[in-house]
């Protein structure tokens, strides 16, 4: 099987502007609490406004209250700002204000970003402004960080995330019970982590538990863990497997439910004791 590393990119002809713009984006939220700058709804819209509605950017709240634009286009500009919309999270009973209200602004700006033009596809940039706003909403970030696009959350607030991991497309990381990724995990296309649970009698009657992927987990496409799961070091959940139980250390897991087929041939020697995290979810 060839190795095939990632290919180093020769450097884009907007890079400064690109560097330029993050650049304001990292100071804005630098400023300290109560500095006019460091206002994280003003800093959202008046991003999007630039990338979404630069005609209006300029004038935003005269144009949203300029009853001779259309219902549609005043919706739109008004969405901009985070305090005009609601996400889901804020429904829950266990939200806590005091946490999410903070991070919604950028949790906003990383789904907004993601469907405009200059987001989709746009690899570098997208991961720059990922990485800068993941460590403003996670509870921990390390070196690193890589997500693609359509990423999204439950509160993000309860993110711990360790070095160099990779979050590909179309992922949720349902952290309402908080997820702990450790470092080096992997993550692909459409998977799901959860870490909460409803009652089949009542589906109010919710369980939030921590879940864990310790360092080189790789979780694969369309694949489901489920809240509680701790998927040990070097533990792989294969395509469109469900992880209903934990995951043994260098073993590979498929199926619904998954088991393990095989242990990966770096394991190891039998005997050998192996690191297992100090958050264990306890059975």
Same mark, same amino acid.
């Given at each position: #099987?060839p190795?095939?590393p990632?290919?180093a990119l020769?450097?884009?002809?907007n890079?400064t502007?690109?560097d330029?713009?993050l650049?304001? =984006? ?7 609490s109560?500095d006019?700058a460091?206002? $994280?709804?003003v ?6 406004a @630039?990338? *979404?509605?630069?005609q209006?950017?300029?004038n935003w709240?005269?144009a949203?209250a300029d009853e001779a +634009?259309?219902p549609?286009?005043r ?7 985070? $305090?005009n ?7 829950y009973? @266990?939200?806590?204000?005091a ?5 919604k602004p ?9 469907? *405009?033009?200059?987001g989709?596809?746009?690899?570098? +940039?997208?991961?720059?402004l990922r990485r800068? +706003?993941?460590?403003? =909403? ?19 607030y309860? #993110?711990?995330?360790? @070095?160099?991991?990779?979050?590909? $497309? ?5 952290d $309402? ?14 998977a799901?982590?959860?870490s ?5 009698v009542?589906?109010?009657d919710? *369980?939030n538990v921590? *879940? ?7 979780v694969?496409?369309h ?5 509680g799961?701790?998927?040990?070091e070097q533990g792989m ?5 469900l ?7 260098y ?8 088991k ?7 394991a190891?020697?039998?005997? #050998?004791?192996?690191r297992?995290?100090?958050h264990?979810?306890?059975?």
């Amino acid at each position: #099987m060839p190795f095939l590393p990632l290919r180093a990119l020769p450097e884009r002809g907007n890079a400064t502007v690109a560097d330029a713009w993050l650049e304001r =984006i990292a100071d804005r939220l630098a400023h300290p609490s109560g500095d006019p700058a460091a206002d $994280r709804a003003v800093l959202c819209r008046e991003t999007l406004a @630039d990338l *979404t509605f630069p005609q209006y950017a300029a004038n935003w709240e005269t144009a949203v209250a300029d009853e001779a +634009l259309p219902p549609g286009t005043r919706l739109a500009l008004a969405a901009l700002d985070p $305090r005009n919309v609601t996400l889901e999270p804020e429904y829950y009973s @266990d939200c806590d204000d005091a946490l999410f209200q903070p991070v919604k602004p950028l949790l906003w700006l990383w789904y907004s970003f993601d469907r *405009t033009p200059l987001g989709g596809q746009n690899v570098e +940039l997208g991961v720059s402004l990922r990485r800068l +706003l993941a460590r403003q =909403i996670f509870r921990s970030c390390g070196e690193n960080f890589k997500a693609f696009q359509h990423v999204e959350f439950s509160f993000g607030y309860n #993110m711990e995330v360790g @070095d160099n991991c990779v979050i590909h $497309r179309h992922v949720l990381l349902d952290d $309402r019970g908080g997820i702990k990724l450790g470092n080096s995990v992997s993550i692909s296309d459409y998977a799901n982590i959860y870490s909460h649970t409803h009652s089949i009698v009542d589906q109010r009657d919710v *369980t939030n538990v921590q *879940t864990v992927l310790d360092d080189g987990v790789r979780v694969t496409y369309h694949a489901t863990v489920l809240a509680g799961v701790h998927v040990a070091e070097q533990g792989m959940v294969g395509a469109s497997a469900l992880a209903t139980k934990d995951v043994r250390p260098y073993h590979v897991y498929v199926g619904i439910p998954a088991k393990s087929v095989r242990v990966k041939p770096n394991a190891p020697q039998p005997g #050998m004791i192996l690191r297992t995290s100090e958050h264990r979810i306890p059975k």
